[in-house]
């Protein structure tokens, strides 16, 4: 049995990180039994997240985060050395993943090249799947990332916009880096009871017609909106599309953050009761990312802000739109539906979309779900190919 340590993770308080651990460690033992420890910032909430995969979840000893230090023990700095050791003296692979952690839009690049450069120096064999990198502001930042990347044993991004900035602009060797695709893409989804289950408080069913709007607590923090004027945007598409569509939205909080700046419950309700009617409605429950996968896999239509909601929706053959603040939104959503597709039919800039209302008019009335659905679902077995693809690189990096 391989030991793998999974690092990149933040928490599973975000869906979206859920969604990433569980596709990930769920592949690496579709075949043989592999022994997973992921390093997280909570860990006893993603041990119970993780538990139908059998992962051990750990306090990660080379990132501590201010904003999450209530979730996990005190540690000194020699007890966190310590603890690192011990973690990577009987591992075999490290792989990072965490979709968007390298770039300067969050300010924590560096630190999660940490385990990875302590892999390194041990001779440990490294690997980075599914990543969206970059821009990077500060060259030192850049940097550090290529001089990780390229010791690493795999590399693979998951969209072009990622792979031309690192060969064209850091000047990476194409070879050294392969197009993948997000291995959320391979998310089980909850079963059809379960499914029915999380609607019926809503008293809908899954064969009902609905569309799911997936907002954001924590865009405006990157985006420099005030937050009333996102609430007021993301209301009035809400109500427009229950006008224009004749069926109901559901609200989709993906994640459950114990950070009142990025829970999305708080927008969703605030969406619901600004929207005064009962046809926009915000889901209920503590629910697992394959729950919101199978809510998302019955809607007509998905516009989010949130990139695994959107991806939760798309790996299930149902259309989705992005209303994004970087180029992972549209770089994701661009590869997924293949350059057939206008990017400005399946994107919008959130500044935009919140300052200018035609492009509500344009998102509500001008959505060709069904031209979307049919172009997704001719591209999707590809896009799930590359994701396993990377799944087939790691065994043969072990078995090596």
Same mark, same amino acid.
């Given at each position: 049995m391989s030991y793998i340590l999974m690092t990149g993770i933040t928490s599973c308080e975000s869906r979206g990180v859920e969604a990433l651990a569980r596709s990930i460690v769920e592949q690496l033992n579709t075949e043989t039994p592999h022994a997973v420890t992921v390093l997280t910032q909570t860990p006893e909430l993603d041990a119970e997240a993780l538990a139908p995969t059998g992962t051990v979840c750990v306090a990660d000893p080379y990132v501590v985060s201010r904003s999450w230090q209530h979730m996990r023990s005190h540690e000194t700095p020699a007890e966190l050395a310590a603890r690192g050791e011990q973690l990577l003296a009987g591992t075999d692979l490290v792989i990072a993943t965490g979709g968007d952690l390298h770039t300067s839009d969050y300010g924590v690049s560096t630190p999660y090249l940490r385990t990875l450069i302590a892999a390194q120096q041990r001779g440990i064999p490294t690997a980075m799947i599914g990543q969206s990198v970059g821009p990077f502001d500060d060259p030192t930042d850049a940097e550090a990332w290529l001089t990780v990347a390229a010791r690493c044993r795999l590399l693979t991004v998951r969209e072009s916009v990622s792979h031309r900035y690192l060969v064209n602009k850091l000047g990476l060797p194409e070879h050294r880096v392969r197009l993948s695709s997000d291995p959320a893409f391979l998310l089980p989804m909850a079963t059809g009871e379960r499914i029915? &289950? !999380? *609607?019926?408080? +809503?008293?809908?069913? $899954?064969?009902? $017609?609905?569309?799911? +709007? &997936? $907002?954001?607590q924590g865009i405006t923090r990157f985006s420099a909106l005030e937050e009333a004027q996102h609430v007021t945007a993301l209301t009035r598409l809400a109500t427009a599309l229950v006008r224009t569509w004749k069926m109901p939205v559901v609200l989709i909080p993906h994640c459950h953050d114990s950070r009142p700046h990025n829970d999305d419950r708080i927008l969703t309700a605030h969406i619901a009761e600004a929207a005064g009617t009962p046809q926009v409605m915000a889901l209920p429950g503590a629910l697992t990312a394959s729950d919101y996968k199978g !809510? +998302?896999? @019955? =809607?007509? *239509? !998905? /516009?989010?802000?949130?990139? @695994? =909601? &959107? /991806?939760?929706a798309l790996s299930s053959g149902v259309p989705a739109i992005a209303i994004g603040h970087s180029h992972k939104f549209n770089g994701v959503l661009a590869e997924t539906y293949g350059d057939t597709v206008d990017v400005g039919d399946i994107h919008a800039d959130v500044r935009g979309f919140a300052q200018d209302t035609t492009i509500i008019d344009r998102l509500v009335n001008d959505t060709d779900a069904t031209g979307l659905r049919s172009t997704l679902r001719q591209r999707l077995p590809l896009i799930a190919d590359r994701a396993r693809g990377d799944f087939e690189e790691i065994s043969r990096l072990l078995g090596s």
């Amino acid at each position: 049995m391989s030991y793998i340590l999974m690092t990149g993770i933040t928490s599973c308080e975000s869906r979206g990180v859920e969604a990433l651990a569980r596709s990930i460690v769920e592949q690496l033992n579709t075949e043989t039994p592999h022994a997973v420890t992921v390093l997280t910032q909570t860990p006893e909430l993603d041990a119970e997240a993780l538990a139908p995969t059998g992962t051990v979840c750990v306090a990660d000893p080379y990132v501590v985060s201010r904003s999450w230090q209530h979730m996990r023990s005190h540690e000194t700095p020699a007890e966190l050395a310590a603890r690192g050791e011990q973690l990577l003296a009987g591992t075999d692979l490290v792989i990072a993943t965490g979709g968007d952690l390298h770039t300067s839009d969050y300010g924590v690049s560096t630190p999660y090249l940490r385990t990875l450069i302590a892999a390194q120096q041990r001779g440990i064999p490294t690997a980075m799947i599914g990543q969206s990198v970059g821009p990077f502001d500060d060259p030192t930042d850049a940097e550090a990332w290529l001089t990780v990347a390229a010791r690493c044993r795999l590399l693979t991004v998951r969209e072009s916009v990622s792979h031309r900035y690192l060969v064209n602009k850091l000047g990476l060797p194409e070879h050294r880096v392969r197009l993948s695709s997000d291995p959320a893409f391979l998310l089980p989804m909850a079963t059809g009871e379960r499914i029915s &289950a !999380v *609607l019926r408080p +809503l008293g809908l069913t $899954p064969d009902d $017609p609905y569309i799911c +709007l &997936a $907002p954001s607590q924590g865009i405006t923090r990157f985006s420099a909106l005030e937050e009333a004027q996102h609430v007021t945007a993301l209301t009035r598409l809400a109500t427009a599309l229950v006008r224009t569509w004749k069926m109901p939205v559901v609200l989709i909080p993906h994640c459950h953050d114990s950070r009142p700046h990025n829970d999305d419950r708080i927008l969703t309700a605030h969406i619901a009761e600004a929207a005064g009617t009962p046809q926009v409605m915000a889901l209920p429950g503590a629910l697992t990312a394959s729950d919101y996968k199978g !809510v +998302l896999s @019955h =809607a007509e *239509l !998905v /516009i989010s802000e949130r990139l @695994h =909601a &959107a /991806i939760g929706a798309l790996s299930s053959g149902v259309p989705a739109i992005a209303i994004g603040h970087s180029h992972k939104f549209n770089g994701v959503l661009a590869e997924t539906y293949g350059d057939t597709v206008d990017v400005g039919d399946i994107h919008a800039d959130v500044r935009g979309f919140a300052q200018d209302t035609t492009i509500i008019d344009r998102l509500v009335n001008d959505t060709d779900a069904t031209g979307l659905r049919s172009t997704l679902r001719q591209r999707l077995p590809l896009i799930a190919d590359r994701a396993r693809g990377d799944f087939e690189e790691i065994s043969r990096l072990l078995g090596s």
